[in-house]
T-cell receptor
Framework: DAGVTQSPTHLIKTRGQQVTLRCSPK?????VSWYQQALGQGPQFIFQ???????QRGNFPDRFSGHQFPNYSSELNVNALLLGDSALYLC????????????????FGEGSRLTVL | GDSVTQMEGPVTLSEEAFLTINCTYT??????LFWYVQYPGEGLQLLLK?????DKGSNKGFEATYRKETTSFHLEKGSVQVSDSAVYFC???????????FGKGTRLLVKP
């Protein structure tokens, strides 16, 4: 049973460029959340997707956008990259009921490490 | 607003030492509480959780008790191993539970 998979694992971009990160949730999960983990910090919630719609959003600018596909996979897009966007981007999936009740666990991928020069 | 506060690391211990990592939270009501662990080069994985006050979560020799009186969920292990070296995050759901708030993480280094 494959867990949460993310791609690419590492990438380097320059300021002003755009990036797309991809995530496939764990089998049987239909809810996908994205988190940003800066160096030495805990993950911060970006947004969550369920039924192909953004259901909740954290305190991130509109440069951060996402998409969920019918097969539940998801993309995170960041436009006009800034140096401060350098971080590990984590995708987490959960079954709907647990993900929306706050009592279930999140299943994380290994992350995509983005470096902005 | 809601928050989670962890003790800062790094915490360096010798093998078989006793471990405590402090975690306190702010909340209205009694949210579920979680400890996640991040091993080098990996994503986060759930270590243990407690869903109501006075519950004790346990896994792999780690324990944490949900104490509403002190709004705390401290992580403990009686005898750490080198393989326990990792970053530990305390977390709780936010609002209706769609998202989670994580502490800043505590890095544990266990030396043989």
């Amino acid at each position: 049973d494959a867990g949460v998979t993310q791609s690419p694992t590492h990438l380097i971009k320059t300021r002003g460029q755009q990036v797309t990160l991809r995530c496939s949730p764990k089998s049987g999960h239909d809810t996908v959340s994205w988190y940003q983990q800066a160096l030495g910090q805990g993950p911060q919630f970006i947004f969550q997707y369920y039924e192909e719609e953004e259901r909740q959003r954290g305190n991130f600018p509109d440069r951060f956008s996402g998409h969920q596909f019918p097969n539940y996979s998801s993309e995170l897009n960041v436009n006009a990259l800034l140096l401060g966007d350098s971080a590990l981007y984590l995708c987490a999936s959960s079954p709907t009921r647990q993900g929306r009740s706050g009592t279930g666990e999140l299943f994380f991928g290994e992350g995509s490490r983005l470096t902005v020069l | 607003g809601d928050s989670v506060t962890q003790m800062e690391g790094p915490v360096t211990l010798s093998e078989e030492a006793f471990l405590t990592i402090n975690c306190t939270y702010t909340a209205t009501g009694y949210p579920s509480l979680f400890w996640y662990v991040q091993y080098p080069g990996e994503g986060l994985q759930l270590l243990l959780k407690a869903t109501k006050a006075d519950d004790k979560g346990s896994n792999k020799g780690f324990e944490a008790t949900y104490r509403k009186e002190t709004t705390s969920f401290h992580l403990e292990k009686g005898s750490v191993q080198v393989s326990d070296s990792a970053v530990y995050f305390c977390a709780r759901p936010e609002g209706q539970g769609f998202s989670f708030i994580f502490g800043k993480g505590t890095r544990l280094l266990v030396k043989p």
